[in-house]
């Protein structure tokens, strides 16, 4: 696979693996430990090089599963974590960027990673209680000190990224971004282009919706993050139906699947975009990593924008109060 460069020279693949799924929020936990282990290692072997985790995803577990997969590998990888929760009795309540919990976490995260640097450091939400100055100085010493190389910030607003870059350079951006919410758009990646950030979008694949494998009829399990997302409800999921459709023609006529055209379409976006899809699957890992040899030329990706923009998408992506967590 092909590289891509983020921000301030971090060097990674085209197509990340983001490993959120495999510890929460998608259905029953896999619970096989050493399955999951498998697939990380197995991303490795198809071309991946960069791997996305946090500290609250589990909380802990996840880390400790990132950790522990890619410890032999460690000098081939680029792995991504992020601060910024407040974890009390296993679960996080509310959200801490002080300076001392931005340094707590990081040893956390070293400690579980079995590493003794970060690649990429995120803020994983943006606490308005907290000056991002002072954050952004934070990460600043622990890149001093040799703990981080790179500081990244996750659903931050344009603001907040402008000042958070003047203190220490930031190398990407993670929010969500895809032919599913393309908001990014409008403000997002505009600024991102102008200071050199690198864009890590997080479900590329609309949270599975557009893979094509989602009906308006499709079961969660209760542990399923999705029953409260609005987008989600069984009427809005009919309605969104005609975006799978057109990647569905789209996929026909490329001769690859749905999800391949979705992430073909971002990778195409900017040189500097590099989405991090999540999966417990091999099969999927090596369709989500052939998407990167997709060709979508200037006249298709015109096309499919235009198309894609004349749907209009039902539903919120987040209930309301997560949705006042992000664009700050």
Do not use: C
């Amino acid at each position: 696979m092909h590289t891509r460069t983020l921000g301030q020279d971090l060097h990674v693949s085209a197509v990340g693996l983001g490993a959120m799924g495999m510890s929460q929020s998608y259905g029953p936990n896999p619970g096989d430990r050493q399955a999951m282990i498998t697939v990380l290692r197995d991303a490795l072997d198809l071309g991946i090089t960069f791997f996305d985790t946090a500290e609250v995803y589990g909380p802990y577990v996840n880390e400790e599963l990132v950790g522990e997969a890619l410890a032999p590998v460690r000098d081939q990888v680029a792995i991504a974590t992020k601060f910024g929760w407040r974890i009390e009795d296993g679960r996080s309540v509310g959200l801490d960027s002080r300076p001392e919990q931005v340094r707590r976490a990081a040893d956390g995260s070293l400690g579980r990673l079995r590493t003794d640097v970060i690649d990429l450091f995120y803020q994983h939400r943006v606490d308005s209680s907290v000056p991002i100055e002072e954050t952004a100085g934070a990460v600043k010493d622990l890149i001093q000190q040799g703990k981080v190389k790179h500081f990244g910030l996750s659903e931050a607003g344009v603001q907040t990224i402008r000042r958070a870059h003047k203190v220490q350079p930031v190398t990407a951006l993670q929010s969500e971004y895809s032919l599913f919410w393309r908001e990014p758009e409008a403000e997002v990646i505009p600024t991102l282009e102008e200071l050199g950030i690198g864009f890590v979008p997080f479900s590329p694949l609309g949270k599975g919706f557009l893979t094509g494998k989602i009906s308006d009829d499709t079961k969660f399990d209760k542990s399923d993050f999705r029953n409260i997302v609005p987008r989600f409800t069984p009427e809005n999921r009919k309605a969104n139906q005609a975006l799978v459709d057109l990647l569905g023609r789209f996929a026909g006529q490329k001769k690859a699947t749905s999800a391949q055209i979705a992430l073909a379409w971002l990778l195409a976006q900017k040189p500097w975009i590099v989405p991090i899809p999540g999966t417990t699957k091999l099969h999927r890992l090596e369709e989500n990593i052939a998407a990167a040899n997709v060709q979508l030329s200037p006249e298709d990706l015109r096309e499919l924008g235009i198309a894609a923009a004349k749907i209009p998408i039902q539903g919120a992506r987040y209930p309301e109060e997560l949705q006042k967590l992000v664009g700050r």
